[in-house]
């Protein structure tokens, strides 16, 4: 079986107007590398309700927009050793938002960063100077 995708609202509207033309469930899953189950639950839903977009799920609202996730990775992007508060904190200046520092945190991560802590160096002595 292929791996696990979601079909984007494109790939959803083709699949419809190939079953409506008469294509078999599982040809339309080859051509859309998803499983043929995935093919038959959007058939279903689309002959139920009409329309082919996701229901909408429960849970909690996410805290930020797509423009302010964006901030945050550009912020991080840009200034490679700031930390979570750091970019939370030009969050709030510049959008208003409160967010906690483990949003950051998850938002970093879904963009394939880390938050960044700077360490400090050890210290040298005068010896160690004198040595290097």
């Known amino acids: 079986m292929p791996p696990r995708r979601k079909l984007s609202d494109l790939d ?6 190939w079953l409506q033309d008469g294509v078999a469930a599982r040809q339309v899953a080859q051509r ?3 499983a043929p189950s995935v093919i038959i ?10 329309r082919v977009q996701e229901r909408q799920r429960s849970g ?3 805290v930020t927009t797509q423009r302010e996730d964006r901030f945050i990775q550009r912020q991080a992007m840009q200034q490679r050793m700031a930390t979570q508060n750091n970019i939370r904190q030009r969050l ?10 483990q949003t950051i945190r998850n938002r970093l991560h879904n963009f394939g960063l880390r938050a960044r ?3 400090r ?3 040298l002595t005068a010896n160690h100077r004198a040595a290097c």
């Open 60 to 62: 909690r609202p996410r």
């Open 92 to 101: 709030q200046g510049t959008t208003n938002t409160v967010v906690s520092g």
């Open 117 to 119: 802590r700077p360490v």
């Open 121 to 123: 160096g050890t210290t």
């Open 12 to 17: 959803r509207g083709r699949a419809i107007g």
């Open 41 to 50: 639950r959007l058939k279903q839903r689309f002959q139920a309700t009409g």
């Open 32 to 34: 859309l590398a998803v």
